[in-house]
């Protein structure tokens, strides 16, 4: 079935570095591809989105391009802040399922200063 | 920020006690969706809803049942709890219709202790 991988955390940068998030997907076609944040202690809030091939998200400095010949959708920001510290996860749309989405495992960031 | 509100936020029970989870929606969404999160295996769909009384099996269903008798709740109940159970458990909605991008909005979450 249609399924995303992302790359294991944590992730430990100093502030100010480049993130790079991988993420893969397998999928028949091409579903919506979604970025989610989770800060602790509190439910997932979409971080940006990217509905068809080549389309590229961003918000809040963030960044993912959707692309299909290499069935990715990495995250990346310039220069991170302590802030940004979070779980992030990947997430296609199913086309079953009542549109559920289905999320990688989620990659833990910290952020120090 | 989407108007869905999740009841209990904490709960401790005992195994083979029965438990209730409730979402309640302001948004009039037509899709409702219950994940459990659990370390190492990120967000996993438990059951989820396209209307009243329409209700499927995700695929870490078993243990557990939904009913949504009123398009703004969804309950989640573990008829006898086990440990396994023990799990933060979030409610998401959708009102996906083709031509949206299919984004689900989330619950603040309940996080359920099985002893």
């Known amino acids: 079935g249609d399924s995303v991988t992302q790359m294991e955390g944590p992730v430990t940068l100093s502030e100010e570095a480049f993130l790079t998030i991988n993420c893969t997907y397998t999928?028949?076609?091409?579903?919506?591809l979604f970025w989610y944040v989770q800060y602790p202690g509190e439910g997932l809030q979409l971080l940006l989105k990217a509905t068809k091939a080549d389309d590229k998200g961003s918000n809040k400095g963030f960044e993912a391009t959707y692309r299909k010949e290499t069935t990715s959708f990495h995250l990346e920001k310039g220069s991170v802040q302590v802030s940004d510290s979070a779980v992030y996860f990947c997430?296609?749309?199913?086309?079953?399922?009542?549109?559920?989405?289905?999320f990688g495992k989620g990659t833990s960031l910290l952020v120090t200063p | 920020d989407a108007g869905i509100t999740q009841s209990p936020r904490h709960k401790v029970t005992e195994t083979g006690t029965p438990v209730t989870l409730r979402c309640h929606q302001t948004e009039n969404h037509r899709y409702m969706y219950w994940y459990r999160q659990d370390p190492g295996h990120g967000l996993r769909l438990i059951h989820y809803s396209y209307g009243v009384k329409d209700t499927d099996k995700g695929e870490v269903s078993d243990g557990y049942s939904v009913s949504r008798s009123k398009t703004e709740d969804f309950l989640l109940t573990l008829e006898s709890a086990t440990s396994s159970q023990t799990s933060v458990y979030f409610c998401?909605?959708?009102?996906?219709?083709?031509?949206?991008?299919?984004?689900?909005?989330f619950g603040e979450g309940s996080r359920l202790t099985v002893l």
């Open positions: 998401a909605i959708s009102d996906y219709s083709g031509g949206a991008s299919g984004e689900l909005f």
């Open positions: 997430a296609l749309l199913r086309r079953n399922s009542g549109y559920a989405l289905n």
């Open positions: 999928a028949t076609g091409y579903p919506s």
